[in-house]
Structure formats: structure tokens, C-alpha cells
């Protein structure tokens, strides 16, 4: 019966040197690292709606001057083409051969309405025989 005391004992003394690794594990689970876990996450959410809210700003900013510099390019082609038709218009009233292609030149596709096109063609052509 002694002897099995003994083995009892030893077996004690095991359990109890498992003791402190218990209490290290339990300083693992320190709510401090907890708290400290989710400050970190909370910062990484943060950063990353703030890192979402300032790319959202930039393609918003580059949509706006991306719609303003086509608005702007639509009007410059529209005076354009409105200056060139004026101009082929006076060169159909000159009669002159020479402004009439220069005038038919500078009207080629920019949308330019296609009676006065003709117009000038008709009369360019008449010029030349």
C-alpha cells in the first residue's frame, strides 16, 4: 500500500507542476491583449473606410472633370463645325473654286449639314469644267 502512496504523490507532484503553465496560459487570455486586439482591428476598419471614402472622392473627382473636359471638347467641335459651315457658306456665295474646297476641306466629318455639303460640291464641280 506504501508503494502506491508513493506513485499517488508522484503523480501530485506532476499535476502541480503543470500548474504554472496553466497561469501562463491564462496570462495569454489577458484582457489587456484583448482590449489591444480590437484597438487594432478598430484602427484597420477605420483606416480602411477612410482609405474607401478618399478613393470614392478621387473617381467622383475624376468622373466630374472627365464629364467637364468631354462637355467642353462637344462645344469646341460644335463651334468648330458651326465656324466651318459659315465659312463654306460664304465660299458657296463667292462662287470662288478655290475657297470651295478649302471650305469643303475643313467641313469633311464635322457633322456639317449635308444640304450645304452638297451645295458646295455641286457648285465645286460646276466650277472646275
Request: glycine share 10%; net charge neutral.
Amino acid at each position: 500500500g506504501v508503494g502506491g502512496n508513493g506513485v499517488g504523490r508522484g503523480m501530485g507532484g506532476g499535476s502541480s507542476s503543470s500548474g504554472p503553465a496553466d497561469r501562463f496560459e491564462e496570462v495569454d487570455d489577458d484582457p489587456f491583449d484583448e482590449i489591444m486586439r480590437e484597438q487594432v482591428e478598430a484602427a484597420r476598419r477605420s483606416r480602411q473606410q477612410h482609405e474607401a471614402t478618399q478613393a470614392k472622392a478621387l473617381f467622383e473627382a475624376e468622373m466630374k472633370r472627365r464629364e467637364e473636359a468631354a462637355a467642353a471638347q462637344k462645344d469646341k467641335t460644335t463651334k468648330a463645325a458651326k465656324a466651318a459651315s459659315e465659312r463654306l457658306q460664304a465660299a458657296v456665295h463667292s462662287g470662288k473654286l478655290e475657297e470651295l474646297r478649302q471650305g469643303l476641306e475643313e467641313c469633311e466629318g464635322k457633322g456639317v449639314k449635308k444640304e450645304l455639303m452638297a451645295e458646295a460640291r455641286a457648285l465645286r464641280d460646276k466650277l472646275k469644267r
